[in-house]
């Protein structure tokens, strides 16, 4: 049997990013050509490690297995040479998730999900060097008493995720029929997600889509590249659109096809507009205009208003695991982002007199 695991990447000391990356297992099996004939929920339970049956279950609901590229049922026989491909959530943490008590901005809540909108500077995920204090040590508290728990295992259900510095709104799953459900929909890029960026310079095209692979740099494994061979990285697509101008940089409107590490960070920096304040990616310093005099401390002062990349997950559409209704959501600019905006506003009214 072969069988190929597909996880998302994963960063030292950073959660991954813009959309952010989806957090699912995908896997791909081949059966044996002596394989006895079994029923899938069987066969797949004999040979996934760490999934219990009601994972596997939900998943075969959720159209999460296919069969030589069909949906099957779960009494389906398997047999020599199938080829069976799954996507399940991602596996819990060896680690344990300590619940600390936070403070949660949750526009929308019930039995299946919730919504949380993020503050820039809070981590998502734990990782080495962010134990404590992060976005999941706080759904743990917040969820502890529901049956996400087992064996005193906690599971804030998390899908996907954002960076550090990225402010927004993210989706969690209570269940594991939901958890199942919206990685189906993260996996089959069905879920809408839009991005407000404030990138340096002007785009020649008022709209456009960014294709290019994107995996780690070679020269640093902190940061992100661009592959536009995809000779590495994974399939990453942008779509862009731009809302307004203001003289030396431009806000847009993104929207994620796919959602990989740092991917709108990397992209608008491939096409040569980085996000401004991003200082990961170069957006940290005067890339267009002139470095000097007033408007060099006019940018300063904008820098240390928003010591950030200005990024901000503004809206999240999907449908709901349970009523199958069609959701969308909005969050509004933080005060950092909106500050900077006005500013650039009447920066560019200004020049225009």
């Known amino acids: 049997m072969l069988t190929e695991n597909l996880p998302p990447d ?16 995908h896997h791909r099996i081949q059966v044996d050509r002596g394989q006895e004939m079994l029923r899938l929920d069987k066969f797949l339970l004999n040979r996934l490690s760490h999934t219990s049956r009601t994972k596997i279950q939900n ?4 159209e999460a297995v296919q069969v030589n590229e069909k949906v099957v049922k779960a009494s389906y026989r398997i047999k020599p040479y199938d080829i069976i491909t799954i996507t399940l959530p991602e596996p819990p943490r060896e680690f344990k998730v300590v619940p600390e008590p936070m403070e949660l901005d949750i526009p929308y809540e019930d039995s299946a999900l919730l919504l949380v909108n993020k503050p820039a500077g809070l981590v998502v995920h734990p990782a080495f060097g962010n134990w ?3 976005l999941v040590n706080g759904l743990a508290h917040h969820l502890q ?13 998390l899908v996907h995720r954002i960076d550090k510095d990225t402010s927004g709104l993210l989706v969690i799953g209570k269940s594991e029929w939901a958890m199942t459900h919206l990685s189906q929909q993260f ?4 879920i809408e997600r839009t991005y407000l960026a404030l990138v340096w310079g002007i785009p020649k095209e008022m709209e456009g889509t960014i294709r290019g ?5 070679a020269k640093d494994r902190k940061v992100q590249a661009v592959f536009p061979d995809g000779e590495q990285g994974k399939h990453a697509v942008t779509h862009y659109k731009v809302l307004k101008t203001f003289r030396h940089v431009a806000l847009l409107q993104c929207n994620l096809e796919t959602g990989r590490t740092h991917q709108i960070r990397v992209h608008m920096k491939h096409i040569g507009h980085p996000l401004f304040s991003d200082a990961t990616y170069g957006g940290d310093k005067i890339l267009y205009g002139q470095r000097t005099g007033s408007y060099k401390a006019f940018v300063e002062k904008a820098f240390a208003i928003m010591p950030r990349q200005a990024l901000h997950a503004k809206s999240l559409g999907f449908e709901h695991p349970d009523t199958g209704q069609q959701l969308h959501f909005e969050s509004e600019l933080p ?3 909106a500050t900077v905006l006005e500013k650039w506003e009447k920066f560019a009214a200004d020049a225009n007199e």
């Open 335 to 337: 005060a950092d982002f």
């Open 132 to 134: 404590q204090g992060t």
């Open 213 to 217: 692979h994107v995996g780690r740099s």
């Open 10 to 25: 994963d960063l030292a000391d950073e959660e991954m990013g813009e959309g952010g990356d989806e957090l699912y297992e």
């Open 187 to 190: 996996f089959h890029h069905t």
């Open 145 to 157: 008493n529901l049956p996400t728990g087992r064996n005193g295992e906690i599971r804030p259900g």
């Open 59 to 62: 998943a075969i609901l959720a």
